[in-house]
């Protein structure tokens, strides 16, 4: 396979996205960056809810052909749940589910739903994304702003999902602890959630890492995640559940978060989420406030947190050994970085900031990629990639 699909196979999309989109993610200025998202999902959730529609089929289905890449030797078999592919969506994009049962047409082996929280919550002030063009990355202060659970609830049942287990691609369901809530009631207030969204949900992951609601960070201290862990997996027809955790993490907490999945018997972890540290660019200014970055609120993602992504990975990975499935996420804008993840000892990756900037070409360029790697390596299953150690060719 290799690369060569990458550049016919996907011009007309790639042409469009770079035409019309590529200009308004050039610059930091300009178009709001939420506003765009926000446009973006309002048309996906039409498509999601019409795409038995014939035109919007049609539309559909050409996007499929174009950006899909079918190969067994992708597929794996996680935590009880098959993926077509090693790459997905992260969660953050699609907060509320609208676009769910499309997921799989822009080429992703799985999407992750949310942050999802028990209240519904506007979210912080706004502005409160903003782009870092030149470096290819962004600084967000969202705030878990999602309509609740019941309301996501609502909107995947309107979309009529496949039930779990027999989807296109496997869908995650990210929760996390309403603002509102004070923080020794985070265990019922996530169980809150999980209770309703768990018959929709492929697997769960815990968000105890956004920098962005407060104090929510501290249950990533071992004792208070053990409880809400032990809360959450005494649910009825509790779905697999992961952990995502911060890059800003001290070597020992990463080693204690290891060793907690392996005694509570969590299903991975997600490593990593939005850092706090400003990674070199404590003095570049924001362009709409005009204050420098280190003054300013917020988790920073895209480019400038690969390599402190790719070394949490790899404490996990020494600390958890090779049974732990996990996923890396955190700067992931290239195949080669997609492989450097996986070689690390990631079995899955997602992908948030990268994709904006990339758009939607890159999900089969990383494929693509992959699976030229799996050829010039020898191998017959991207399995045999996980954790190797094998550099780039």
């Known amino acids: 396979m290799g690369q060569m ?25 300009g178009a709001d960056a939420e506003q765009l998202s926000q446009i973006t999902l309002t048309a996906l959730e039409q498509a999601s809810l019409r795409r038995q529609w014939p035109l919007v089929q049609g539309a559909l289905a050409g996007l499929a052909a174009e950006l899909s890449r079918p190969d067994p030797r992708l597929e794996q078999s996680l935590f009880g749940c098959r993926f077509a592919n090693p790459v997905g969506l992260a969660a953050g994009f699609d907060k509320n589910g609208v676009a769910a049962a499309i997921w799989h047409l822009f080429g992703f082996g799985f999407a992750e739903l949310g942050t999802i929280t028990w209240h519904a919550q506007p979210g912080n002030p706004r502005p409160r994304l903003f782009r870092l063009a030149a470096e290819r990355a962004a600084l967000n202060r969202m705030g878990f702003n999602n309509q609740g659970a019941q309301a ?62 407060p104090g929510l960070r501290e249950l990533q201290d071992e004792a208070l995640l053990r409880r809400l862990v032990e809360r959450l997996r005494r649910l009825p027809g509790c779905p697999p559940l992961l952990v995502k955790i911060a890059p800003d993490l001290e070597d020992d907490a990463i080693d204690a978060i290891a060793r907690l999945a392996y005694q509570e018997g969590l299903a991975g972890v997600i490593a990593v989420n939005t850092s706090l540290d400003r990674l070199g660019l404590g003095e570049r200014r924001l362009a709409q406030t005009g204050r420098a970055l280190a003054e300013e609120a917020g988790g920073l993602s895209g ?31 290239s195949a080669e970085v997609a492989w450097e993840r996986i070689s690390a000892g990631a079995s899955l990756v997602q992908l948030y900031t990268g994709w904006i900037y990339g758009g939607p070409s890159l999900v089969p360029q990383i494929l693509d990629g992959l699976a030229s790697q799996l050829d010039r390596h020898g191998l017959g299953h991207i399995g045999e990639a996980v954790g190797s150690g094998l550099a780039w060719r």
């Open 5 to 29: 699909g990458t550049t016919g196979a996907t011009t007309a999309t790639a042409a469009l996205y770079q035409r019309f989109v590529g200009p308004l993610l050039s610059q930091d200025e």
């Open 152 to 213: 996501c609830r609502r909107l995947l049942e309107r979309q009529r999902l496949p039930p779990p287990g027999q989807r296109p691609a496997v869908l995650g369901i990210n929760l996390g602890k309403s603002k509102i809530t004070p923080l020794e009631q985070a265990p019922d207030d996530y169980a809150a959630s999980l209770e309703l969204l768990a018959p929709l949900a492929d697997y769960a992951v815990i968000n105890v890492s956004s920098p962005n609601t």
């Open 303 to 333: 480019a400038p947190l690969r390599h402190r992504a790719l070394e949490v990975l790899r404490r996990l990975r020494a600390t958890a050994g090779p049974a732990l499935p996990l996923i890396g996420v955190g700067g992931i804008d």
